[in-house]
Structures are given as structure tokens and as C-alpha cells.
């Protein structure tokens, strides 16, 4: 569907989404383009910690996609993602 080169790296949030980046990096170069990259997390159900959000908001990907088994953690998280600049498109 128009990817024409994709890489996937999975990480544990709480140990560190710098190291994803720096791995995703050092794979694919270029790959830290922030304005090509999509962030998928899936935390577990108490959220991402805020270390993890903070790096996630300091990684600035182009588009990130939260999954979540828990609608309050998730509103937590978003929170401070959206008071970063992110925008909520779409909640399934």
C-alpha cells in the first residue's frame, strides 16, 4: 500500500523509547526522520509511566497510535500527549 520500506522494533516503554529510537536508528538509517515515523504503543493496563511519556513526546513521531485495554489510563496518558501538541483523530 505505497510503503515502500517499513522496520518494527518492540520495546519495552518503561525500559527506555530513546533505546528503540537509537536501534531503530542504527538499522534503518535516516529512520529517525521524525516526519516518517509512526509510534505504536500497547502499554500494559496501569499506562505508560511518565518517563515514558515523556520520551515519547520528546521522540516526536509524525503519527502515534495508543492501544489500550484501559479507558482510564489511556485519558490519563493522552492528556499530557495532546497538551504536547499531539491531536486525537480517532478512538475505537
Not at 522494533?9 to 518503561?14: F, G, Q, R, Y
Not at 489500550?68 to 483523530?89: P, W
Request: hydrophobic share 40%; aromatic share 4%; with cysteine.
Amino acid at each position: 500500500r505505497g510503503v515502500a520500506h517499513a522496520s518494527f522494533i518492540a520495546a519495552d516503554a518503561e525500559d527506555g523509547i530513546d533505546a528503540a529510537a537509537r536501534q531503530l536508528e542504527a538499522a534503518v538509517p535516516g529512520a529517525s526522520d521524525r516526519d516518517q515515523m509512526v509510534v505504536v504503543v500497547d502499554p500494559p493496563r496501569t499506562g505508560l509511566n511518565p518517563g515514558a511519556r515523556r520520551a515519547l513526546i520528546e521522540l516526536g513521531p509524525r503519527r502515534l497510535v495508543y492501544v489500550s485495554c484501559d479507558c482510564a489510563t489511556q485519558a490519563r496518558d493522552l492528556r499530557e500527549i495532546t497538551e504536547a501538541g499531539y491531536v486525537v483523530r480517532n478512538v475505537t
